[in-house]
């Protein structure tokens, strides 16, 4: 049973350039996630998938961010024209849909926006 | 929007005692709870989940949830250094138990002293 898996680990990129972030859930898992985090503060919500429908996006999140999960499998997170601001970890988790809930995330990716 | 309270610590505990991790939240009507754990630099870890008032035991942990004062604990018995990390307490974002995501509070730093 491997787990959530996140690539790549790290990413340092130029101010206006666009990353790609992806995730592949553990298999049998059809709730997908993604959270940002920065530093002194918890994971905090940005998407999530229920199989490959985008089900809510947060109101916080900017246009410049996409996700997508084209076929209910693994996701992409996507980040155009980035900021200093957008500079984080980038979180997946998945979940079941039904009966348990937990939630167990991937090991992140680290965005370094310069 | 839900929110959910930590003392961001840190909380420093002799090895070998019990620690004690605090939570609170501000929606009545939450349904699922959870505690991470999450060492520097890497991504957080599921310990324990509770959904019933009450105590739930997993091995050195025990999670306790009390929905009329909105607070949920953890502690941690027979204290161990490879316990200190940062201790994130999250509740159901929504309606549907966590599986539409998770609301995170900043967590609560533990240090372990030898």
């Known amino acids: 049973d491997t787990g959530v898996s996140q690539d790549p680990r790290h990413k340092i990129t130029k101010r206006g350039q666009n990353v790609t972030f992806r995730c592949d859930p553990i298999?049998?898992?059809?709730?997908l996630y993604w959270y940002r985090q920065t530093l002194g503060q918890g994971p905090e919500f940005l998407t999530y998938f229920q199989n490959e429908a985008q089900l809510e996006k947060s109101r916080l999140l900017s246009d410049r961010f996409s996700a997508e999960r084209p076929k209910g499998s693994f996701s992409t997170l996507e980040i155009q024209r980035t900021e200093q601001g957008d500079s984080a970890m980038y979180l997946c988790a998945s979940s079941h849909r039904t009966g348990v809930t937990e939630a167990f995330f991937g090991q992140g990716t680290r965005l370094t926006v310069v | 929007q839900k929110e959910v309270e930590q003392n961001s610590g840190p909380l420093s505990v002799p090895e070998g005692a019990i620690a004690s991790l605090n939570c609170t939240y501000s929606?009545?009507?939450?349904?699922?709870f959870f505690w991470y754990r999450q060492y520097s630099g890497k991504s957080p870890e599921l310990i324990m989940s509770i959904y019933s008032n009450g105590d739930k035991e997993d091995g050195r942990f025990t999670a306790q949830l009390n929905k009329a004062s909105q607070y949920v604990s953890l502690l941690i018995r027979d204290s161990q250094p490879s316990d200190s990390a940062t201790y994130l307490c999250?509740?159901?974002?929504?309606?549907?138990?966590?599986?539409?995501?998770?609301?995170f509070g900043k967590g609560t730093h533990l240090i372990i002293q030898p």
């Open positions: 298999s049998e898992h059809n709730r």
């Open positions: 999250a509740v159901n974002r929504g309606s549907g138990g966590g599986a539409d995501g998770l609301t």
């Open positions: 929606d009545r009507g939450s349904q699922s």
